[in-house]
């Protein structure tokens, strides 16, 4: 408070002027003790702190500052003691109502009379809104900072001088130069002379008012050359003056590699997708746009850019018929949201019909439900008429193989009918050879050879033909492999004899047991050793062993023979093959033997091979055949009945070739049977209807009707079902046995047939 006494003198005037301006003021003006009691309290302290005079007048400062600043003001109290003058502090203070105060402080010491320092005057202004604009600014100026700092580009503000006022993080990484040291640079000296030349006519027309773009290469001081893309947008004051420019700048180098990559990848996509007759296309679902590329539109035949159609547009192109198959298949790609794939025929602009694969994938719109289709079109016109060409070449190659068998099947069957009474002839000859006669028991063992080795090929023909056609029925038991070497080699004897072959066989110490059809087992090792004798010189040497290698059982038979040439080693196996041209052939074969041996082996789980050291150095023939872990139990042998001679029949034969007749019936006779003869279908069942026969042997090839004929009528007689019938023909099919026993046969056999064979049809009863 200011003393009124005074008013009235010059001091007075003083006095009442600085009261006046003090009571006037907006700031804070007080005074206080230099322990911290308030003397005075103006007006604009009421204002800014809410305590009225008669509220602060003799409180502690402690009315008015926080206890978190009780120590700062205490300071400065004793500064002032000091004689210290402290102007423009910064500090906090504290309102009636509890809010807290950023004000600027301004404190001085009050002397007495006689100079000494009484207290302090202290002027307060509330600077609260500047320092929250200041935050603001600074909150606003850190947001910008991580916005520009962090875009992957160059953001900069340039002044009408053309001098950086801010600049981003991205001038620091591009210049090498810290942004302090950018601020304030013009803009030549940051750029470089050689950047500035092409820069600084655009720059000038952005400080005339225009925005300018610019995109191209830049040799840059510090940042080397490189592709940008840059953009100047003018900035202008509250007076439409241009005081400034913002510029943003990208490196778009990677870009334009990328895009120049893309560029070139489309090229050699584009191509390969002409070179492989295909072109893409795409078709939004909800909207129905149909895109296809210019490679698709091509293969129609169609204007580049001419296709602007829809999925009906698209399906005009295709042919009626197979419209219905390509809505199929592509409703079911939507549907399941996977891929699909369709064929069809189309029509290409010129008028002609081509054939077309289609290829789609449905694409989910992250719900599971089908959004877009992107596919490809393939031209396979040229690959479907290959096929067409392939299926009529593999019906043609069908149709030839039918033919092939049906020509083998005719072929045993005519070879059959001429070794039939051969057979018999020779079997003839056997029951009425004089005692003592060596030359014509040579003779009678050298037609046997010759017989069997005829009826051999002819087999061996049929078993090709069965195997190719995949008729060939293993009969798989447990057995001794011992046992099949013997009866392979029994079988190869008279021939290894006839050669006076000189022949050694070594078998393992260990039984060797496994599981096949011993028949065909002993036929494929027959045909090893048949192969050895016929392709070794008379007087040679021919050995067989067997031996066990792991879980395989191991047969080579090899001969001191012509050998084989390196290139004939995987030749021997094939059908018909031949090492030797035919008019230089010495030696038998149709070339069927080996090849035999190898399907023989592959059924059974095994293999063969060959070795030789060249020509007139032998040969070596190596079958394998897998051994069980577990050996089989032995097959237990049926005991056979004391062989007694079979009561005398009345006996029917029947064949249209007269010398198989009636050398068969010959032969009968010679054994105590009685025998009649028809070479008919009529006559044969006139036969059975008189004769009543116990057995009848019928051919199947018959003038008038054939033998199925035959049994069934036979079996229409009376009397005829207790007939033992059984069919003796050259058709050697599983085929044609089936025939036979569906026509009523009781027994199917062929030609020609050996004579333990007969012997056992007189020892069977009807039904047996």
């Known amino acids: 408070m200011i003393d009124d006494s005074s008013v009235d003198s010059p001091h007075g005037d003083m006095q009442s002027l600085l009261a006046a301006i003090v009571a006037s003021s907006d700031d804070a ?45 205490l ?14 502090h910064e500090t906090v203070r504290l309102t009636r109502d509890g809010r807290r105060l950023d004000v600027l402080l301004g404190v001085s010491p009050v002397r007495d009379a006689r100079g000494r320092i009484v207290g302090a005057s202290k002027v307060a202004r509330d600077i609260s809104a500047e320092k929250a604009a200041q935050a603001q600014r ?157 490679e698709l539109e091509e293969l129609f035949g169609l204007d580049v850019g001419s296709f602007n159609g829809n999925e009906q547009a698209f399906l005009d192109l295709v042919h009626p018929d197979d419209r219905q ?89 005519e070879l059959r009918n001429p070794l039939a009474p051969m057979r018999h002839a020779l079997e003839i000859q056997r029951l009425r050879l004089p005692a003592g006669d060596a030359q014509l028991q040579w003779t009678h063992e050298l037609l046997q050879r010759q017989l069997r080795q005829l009826t051999r090929l002819v087999d061996d023909l049929l078993e090709i033909s069965r195997i190719t056609q995949g008729r060939l029925e293993l009969r798989r038991e447990p057995l001794a492999l011992a046992e099949v070497v013997q009866a392979a080699v029994e079988a190869a004897r008279p021939l290894l004899q006839a050669r006076r072959h000189a022949f050694a066989q070594f078998l393992p110490g260990e039984p060797l047991r496994l599981v096949g059809d011993p028949a065909r087992l002993t036929q494929a090792l027959l045909n090893l050793l048949n192969n050895a004798a016929q392709y070794t010189p008379e007087g040679g040497r021919i050995e067989l062993r067997v031996r066990r290698e792991g879980d395989e059982a191991v047969i080579s038979v090899r001969d001191n023979g012509i050998g084989l040439a390196p290139e004939h080693l995987s030749q021997v196996f094939d059908m018909f093959s031949q090492v030797q041209p035919a008019l230089q052939r010495t030696h038998g074969g149709l070339g069927v033997g080996l090849a035999l041996v190898r399907a023989l082996a592959g059924l059974h789980g095994g293999s063969v091979r060959a070795r030789s050291d060249g020509p007139g150095h032998g040969s070596e023939f190596e079958l394998r055949l897998p ?48 025998v009649r003869t028809a070479h008919d279908g009529p006559g044969a069942v006139a036969l059975a209807c008189e ?51 569906d026509a009523g046969f009781d027994r199917h056999l062929t030609k020609p047939v050996a004579p333990e064979q007969l012997d056992e049809l007189f020892t069977l009863k009807k039904g047996a």
């Open 29 to 73: 003006i007080l005074s206080t003790t230099l322990d911290g009691v308030i003397t005075s309290w103006n007006g604009g302290a009421e204002r800014m702190y809410g305590h009225t005079a008669a509220q602060a007048l003799g409180r502690p400062l402690a009315l008015i500052v926080p206890d978190d600043r009780a120590e700062e003001a």
């Open 138 to 294: 600074r909150q606003a100026e850190e947001r910008l900072r991580l916005i520009t700092d962090n875009v992957p580009a160059l953001i900069s503000y340039v002044d009408r001088d053309l001098r950086y006022r801010f600049v981003n993080r991205g001038y620091e990484r591009w210049f090498g130069r810290e942004r302090e040291q950018l601020i304030g640079c013009s803009v030549a000296e940051v750029l470089g002379e050689a950047a500035w030349r092409s820069l600084g006519p655009r720059i000038a027309r952005v400080l005339a008012g225009e925005s300018v773009h610019f995109e191209g290469e830049l040799d840059l001081k510090g940042a080397g050359r490189r592709c940008v893309e840059v953009s100047y947008v003018p900035h202008r004051g509250p007076d439409g003056r241009v005081e400034g420019m913002a510029v943003m700048a990208q490196d778009v180098s990677a870009r334009r590699q990328a895009e120049q990559a893309l560029r070139e990848s489309r090229e050699v996509l584009g191509l390969a997708m002409r070179a492989g007759r295909m072109g893409a296309w795409s078709r939004h679902l909800d909207s129905g746009e149909v895109w296809w590329s210019q």
């Open 325 to 413: 198959t390509v809505r199929q298949a592509v409703r079911q790609g939507i549907e399941s949201v996977s891929d699909y794939v369709v064929e069809f025929r189309f029509r290409h602009a010129s008028g002609r019909w081509g054939w077309m694969e289609g290829r789609g994938r449905a694409v989910d719109d992250g719900n599971g439900r089908a959004a877009m289709l992107y596919g490809l079109g393939i031209d396979i016109t040229e690959r479907k008429r290959a096929e067409q060409e392939l299926q009529r070449l593999n019906a043609e190659l069908q149709h030839e193989a039918r033919r092939k068998d049906e020509f083998l099947a005719t072929l045993a069957h």
């Open 75 to 88: 300071q400065l109290l004793q500064r002032v003691a000091r004689g210290e003058r402290v102007a423009h």
């Open 627 to 674: 051994l069980p872990a577990q050996p089989p139990e032995a097959k237990a042998e049926p005991v056979s009945p004391p062989a007694s001679v079979a009561p005398a029949r009345r006996v029917m034969v029947v064949d249209d070739n007269a010398d198989a007749a009636e050398s068969l019936a010959l032969l009968l006779e010679l054994q105590g049977h009685e």
């Open 691 to 741: 004769y009543r026969p116990e057995l009848a042997i019928v051919d199947i090839g018959l003038p008038g009707f054939s033998g199925y004929e035959v049994a069934r009528r036979i079996r229409a007689q009376d009397g005829g079902s207790a007939l033992l019938l059984v069919a003796l023909t050259g058709w050697g099919q599983a085929q044609d046995r089936q025939a036979a026993l």
